[in-house]
């Protein structure tokens, strides 16, 4: 089961249809205690304010739980992608889950861009991966944000775009992935992501079904 968590944020119903209708296995949750131990994968949608985003998820129970199971797969998008980082300065400043290294910061005006980042816009793919099959450099996806990650680990970047300057775009860091850009709103290319990262998600599960057969493990979310 692929859970979609819902922590009040927009843009959470585009997300909910773009996974469902590729993957009759997906719901959505509004707090852990919903979460059942047939977890195969965890979706980090919405855009809109950061602290409010970290804050709501840390009421709701998931934070602490996200900071845990780093070994099912993870997908954040937008305001989700941003989460996975250590920080941002938006509203006076907010922790983040620190599941990647780096800084979310606001976009310093510059005459002639526009705050915030709105259309579309290409990519530069740093490395590949099972979520980013069939994507090439020069993709067009499709952004919306005010705010962007700097310092990030290096390692971790799998994408990059520019915008008044050159930008992470996505990370990805064992099986937790994110995209600044929506890929649920980038037509083609984009549900190419959604179908990638529900492939890693079912070959999670049959990773898990072998364990639980051989008696040698158990599913990380117990």
Request: aromatic share 12%; with cysteine.
């Amino acid at each position: 089961m692929i859970y979609i968590l819902d922590y009040g944020a927009g843009n959470l119903k585009s997300a909910y249809h773009a996974f469902k209708s590729n993957h009759n296995d997906t719901v959505l949750i509004d707090h852990i205690s919903r979460l059942q131990n047939n977890v195969t994968g965890l979706v980090l949608p919405g855009d809109g304010s950061f602290p409010y985003a970290y804050h709501t998820l840390q009421k709701r129970g998931f934070v602490s739980f996200l900071r845990q199971n780093h070994a099912i797969p993870l997908l954040g998008i937008c305001v989700g992608f941003q989460l996975l980082f250590s920080a941002s300065t938006e509203d006076g400043g907010c922790e983040g889950l620190n599941l990647i290294k780096g800084k979310v910061v606001r976009f310093e005006q510059q005459k002639p861009y526009k705050i915030p980042h709105m259309g579309w816009n290409n990519i530069l793919l740093k490395q590949q991966t099972p979520c980013t099959r069939g994507i090439t450099d020069h993709d067009y996806f499709y952004f919306v944000h005010s705010y962007y990650p700097k310092d990030v680990d290096s390692k971790a970047v799998l994408m990059q775009t520019s915008y008044i300057s050159s930008f992470c775009a996505a990370v990805h860091k064992k099986n937790i992935y994110g995209f600044q850009f929506h890929p649920e709103k980038s037509h083609t290319k984009g549900m190419l992501i959604i179908k990638n990262f529900i492939n890693i998600c079912n070959r999670y599960q049959k990773q898990q079904k072998t364990l639980s057969k051989s008696g040698s493990g158990e599913n990380s979310a117990h």
